[in-house]
C-alpha cells in the first residue's frame, strides 16, 4: 500500500460522521416553509432552532400542510429537542415548543452552538 493511499485512507476515516435531523410541522398553507437555522448543546441534549416564515407574495388555499426541512452535520448523539420560532396560530398540538425570539436569547445564551446554517 502506498504512502498516499494510507495519508487518504486516514483522511477519510478521521472525519466526524454526519447525522440528519428532521423537523416538520403543521402549517395553515402550503406558503409556509420551516427552515433548521442552529444547533445547540444545552443541559444535555440537542435544541435545534428553527424558523417558520411564509412568504406574502406567494398566493395558497388555506389547506392545512406540513412543511418539512433537513440537515446533516457532524453532531453529537443525543435526544433531539425543537425550538420553532415564528407560529403565528394556536392549534396543533406538537412535539416542539414554539418560542419567542426572547426565550431563545435567554435560554440558549450559555448553551454551546454546534452548528449554524447560512440564511437563504
Known amino acids: 500500500m502506498s504512502i498516499l493511499t494510507l495519508l487518504f ?8 460522521a454526519g ?10 398553507d402550503p406558503a409556509w416553509t420551516v427552515r433548521m437555522e442552529r444547533v445547540y448543546r444545552h443541559g ?4 435545534v432552532l428553527s424558523r417558520l416564515s411564509r412568504d406574502p407574495e406567494l398566493m395558497a388555499a388555506q ?3 406540513t412543511a418539512r426541512d ?9 435526544r433531539v429537542e425543537h425550538w420553532i420560532l ?9 412535539d416542539h415548543r414554539f418560542v419567542t425570539e426572547e426565550e431563545v436569547k435567554r435560554e440558549l445564551a450559555k448553551a ?6 447560512n440564511r437563504r
Open 44 to 47: 444535555g441534549r440537542l435544541v
Open 63 to 65: 389547506v392545512i400542510s
Open 70 to 78: 433537513s440537515l446533516s452535520a457532524p453532531l453529537p448523539a443525543g
Open 19 to 28: 447525522r440528519t435531523i428532521e423537523v416538520e410541522v403543521t402549517v395553515p
Open 9 to 16: 485512507s486516514a483522511a477519510c476515516h478521521s472525519q466526524p
Open 112 to 117: 454551546e452552538l454546534l452548528h449554524s446554517r
Open 86 to 94: 415564528g407560529r403565528t396560530w394556536n392549534w396543533a398540538e406538537e
